[in-house]
């Protein structure tokens, strides 16, 4: 069955440098959702998006922004990046918003910034 | 706001053994989801097992039980005849049921606990 695709797997930034990651959500999934989970921390929930629109915010910072296209498939750009931004970033799907309705994680993406 | 709490931050058990994780949480809604996942070594999210909040009857999956406890906002996670590939941090998480118009309803997950399996 297909899955969360998240790219790129691992990614290395200087600071200050700017970076994007993408997530591809399951077929007909119609809602996505962006974690970030530094090091032995819980993840964190950041933004979510629900048919195109931006749905939810949580502790994203400022210098971050996301969005979802027409196919359904998201980006997170992040900006000025710190070295706390260190982490790994999880996209999540799930068909609907509410419910019920798991929400299936990508492997997650590694962010190191140097 | 909801809140998560996994009171073991570690946890081992013995191969064959069974072994139980703790969560407590709180919120003040009475239509819930409650989830337990596993992150191994790859750091992948896993499912392991779910629980509808106005559901009594405690979920089952193979080796994966739950105790859901309402009254006392507890959600543990029995793992039986344990094997070494269960070794992993599991995820205590919680799910609004709410249908608000356009929210997205995220998971808000616990500190972890790491289990470890002894051979």
């Known amino acids: 069955a297909a899955g969360v695709i998240q790219s790129p797997r691992h990614l290395i930034k200087e600071k200050r440098e700017t970076a994007t990651l993408k997530c591809y959500p399951i077929?007909?999934?119609?809602?996505v959702y962006w974690y970030q989970q530094g090091p032995g921390q819980d993840p964190q929930f950041l933004i979510s998006f629900y048919e195109k629109m931006q749905s939810d915010k949580g502790s994203i910072p400022d210098r971050f922004s996301a969005q979802q296209f027409s196919d359904y498939h998201s980006e997170l750009n992040m900006s000025s990046l710190e070295l706390g931004d260190s982490a790994l970033y999880f996209c999540a799907s799930s068909l609907k918003p509410a419910g019920a309705n798991v929400l299936t994680f990508g492997a997650g993406s590694r962010l190191t910034v140097l | 706001a909801q809140t998560v709490t996994q009171s073991q931050p570690e946890m081992s058990v013995q191969e064959a053994e069974t072994v139980t994780l703790s969560c407590t949480y709180d919120?003040?809604?009475?239509?819930?989801?409650l989830f337990w996942y596993k992150q191994p070594p790859s750091r992948q999210m896993i499912l392991v097992i779910r629980?509808?909040?106005?559901?009594?009857q405690n979920a089952t999956e193979n080796r994966f039980s739950v105790n859901f406890q309402k009254a006392a906002k507890s959600f543990s996670l029995k793992i039986s005849d344990s094997q070494l590939g269960d070794a992993a941090m599991y995820f205590c998480?919680?799910?609004?049921?709410?249908?608000?118009?356009?929210?997205?309803?995220?998971?808000?997950f616990g500190s972890g606990t790491q289990l470890t399996v002894l051979p």
């Open positions: 629980q509808e909040a106005y559901k009594q």
């Open positions: 919120t003040s809604e009475s239509d819930y989801y």
């Open positions: 998480a919680y799910r609004s049921a709410l249908q608000s118009s356009g929210s997205a309803r995220q998971l808000t």
């Open positions: 077929p007909r999934h119609d809602t």
